[in-house]
């Protein structure tokens, strides 16, 4: 199955900046995943990227605060804009692999990023 | 759009005994239900999955067991130990237009005590 590495790990944020999450993928893959966990909650999926094309938004999230590209079918960025304490979470990539269906079908997911707003 | 539905929410077991966690969903068009490890400070960690076209799978002393016609599936940990204490998440892919995404439950925390 696919490979993420995902950086940084952890960072601690001044409020009103941002903060850029990568994830590169060891293949390619058609669709890239991002989640937010909030401290003690489940994880929660922001959007959707797709290579070529705008990410596709969840209810309660929007393109100007977290900003995605993908340039590519390996790589993804996901940028929290505008920090507040709010927004302390983790943050992970996750990608869909194998086919529905199939015995090789699955998800994986980066290792995450610890965001810490201060 | 999905809705994954967890209990318990806290699961607290002696060693040895078994555990079992309950999701339901709404999106008939499911058809992958993953179950995730969760340990503190660490990423999800999938333990078992399942697909529509089975109505139950075990691997060692972890098992899951999927009813289609009630839109639920359940996690089954037998002879439990200490370090099967984390955060446990299930999961649905989502169908039709939603194609691909995965709902995660709210989670169970299940405590093992020695």
């Known amino acids: 199955s696919a490979v993420i590495s995902q950086k940084p790990s952890r960072d601690i944020c001044q409020r009103g900046t941002s903060l850029t999450i990568q994830c590169q993928v060891d293949?390619?893959?058609?669709?890239m995943f991002w989640y937010r966990q909030q401290p003690g909650q489940s994880l929660t999926l922001i959007a959707t990227a797709n290579q070529g094309s705008e990410a596709t938004y969840e209810s309660g999230f929007v393109i100007d605060k977290f900003p995605i590209s993908r340039p590519n079918l390996t790589f993804s960025t996901l940028t929290v804009s505008n920090l507040s304490p709010e927004d302390s979470s983790i943050y992970l990539c996750s990608v869909e692999v194998g086919l529905q269906g199939k015995a090789n079908y699955g998800y994986t997911f980066g290792s995450g990023t610890r965001l810490t707003v201060v | 759009g999905e809705n994954v539905e967890q209990h318990p929410s806290t699961l607290s077991v002696q060693e040895g005994d078994s555990a079992v966690i309950k999701c339901t969903y709404s999106?008939?068009?499911?058809?992958?239900f993953p179950w995730y490890k969760q340990e503190l400070g660490k990423r999800p960690q999938l333990i078992i999955d399942?697909?529509?076209?089975?109505g139950e799978k075990k691997d060692q002393r972890i098992a899951v067991t999927l009813n289609k016609t009630a839109k639920h599936f359940s996690l089954h940990i037998t002879e439990t130990q200490p370090e099967d204490s984390a955060v446990y998440f299930c999961a649905v892919n989502a169908g039709g237009t939603s194609y691909g995404k995965l709902t995660f439950g709210q989670g169970t925390i299940l405590t093992v005590h020695p």
């Open positions: 293949s390619q893959v058609t669709m």
């Open positions: 999106d008939s068009a499911s058809n992958y």
């Open positions: 399942i697909r529509s076209n089975v």
